[in-house]
């Protein structure tokens, strides 16, 4: 065979091999330049790759994890542990704190107590208020038509102290007993009292009495002289001071 025919032959390796002489240099120094960063680098990559095992434990617990994984209650309380604030270690209650906050509730409630209390007497009262005016204005609408009265329509004005009371004996029956807050002007002698009774309220109705009784005019007489003087509303308590003892009314001692 002619060493033509044998150059031929080898041709087509000719450029591969020479292209790989060519290039040894370059890749050798690139491996040798990489090497010496790896050793020498801080961001060494190492030359073995560490493969981890997991213990059995922490399989269990992926395994669990994984099963409840996506479930509604799992999902339900990932997203409440999202929302829910980080504790405030700063503000921690304290056995203090709670004995203080229970006083705190506990005086709120007897604050509350008492004012409840308060509001209701006072609901009381106006009741009582209006009940007492209401049966004052009947009575007194009673009054205007009427000459004489009897024991009890005399004590509801005494107790709704709506009235004036005077007694029309003389000072010394006034003295032994009379009605409470009443004023002696006796009869027979009206007029030296004539200075206290012009002063009176001509607004207010006047009760008089005396003894009691048909046998007893000075009350009568008194209640007419009374009326001369324009007293709007003047009554005769017909019972008088025996009728109101007998029925243990309060009673007064002394001279006016």
């Known amino acids: 065979m002619s060493d033509r025919d044998s150059s031929a032959r080898r041709s087509p390796r000719g450029p591969l091999r020479r292209a790989f002489r060519e290039a040894r240099p ?8 990489a090497c010496a960063y790896n050793i020498f680098g801080a961001n060494a990559i190492p030359w ?20 409840t994984a996506g479930t509604p209650a799992a999902t339900a309380a990932a ?17 203090t704190d709670t004995t203080a906050l229970a006083k705190h509730i506990a005086d709120s409630i007897n604050m509350a107590r008492k004012d409840s209390l308060h509001k209701a007497k006072a609901l009381a009262q106006a009741t009582n208020d209006s009940l007492a005016k209401a049966e004052r204005a009947t009575l007194l609408a009673k009054l205007a038509t009427a000459k004489e009265i009897d024991g009890d329509v005399a004590k509801k004005l005494y107790d709704l102290k709506a009235a004036t009371f005077i007694d029309a004996r003389p ?13 002696n002007v006796y009869a027979e002698q009206w007029q030296t009292k004539l200075n206290q009774i012009v002063n009176l309220s001509h607004d207010r109705p006047i009760v008089t009495y005396c003894g009691g009784g048909d046998a007893c005019e000075l009350s009568h007489e008194l209640a007419d002289h009374l009326r001369e003087l324009n007293f709007k ?3 005769v308590y017909m019972g008088g001071i025996k009728e109101w003892t007998a029925r243990k009314y309060p009673v007064a001692t002394g001279a006016q």
Do not use: K, Q, W, Y
Request: glycine residues 4%; without cysteine.
């Open 48 to 67: 073995l790759r560490e493969v981890r095992t997991a213990d059995s434990a922490s399989i269990l617990h992926l395994d669990s994890n994984a099963s």
């Open 79 to 95: 997203d409440t542990a999202h929302r829910m604030p980080p504790p405030d270690t700063a503000h921690a209650v304290t056995p």
């Open 233 to 235: 509303v003047v009554v």
């Open 171 to 183: 000072e010394d029956h006034f003295a032994e007993g009379h009605i409470p807050g009443a004023m």
């Open 26 to 33: 370059i890749l050798l120094a690139t491996i040798t330049m």
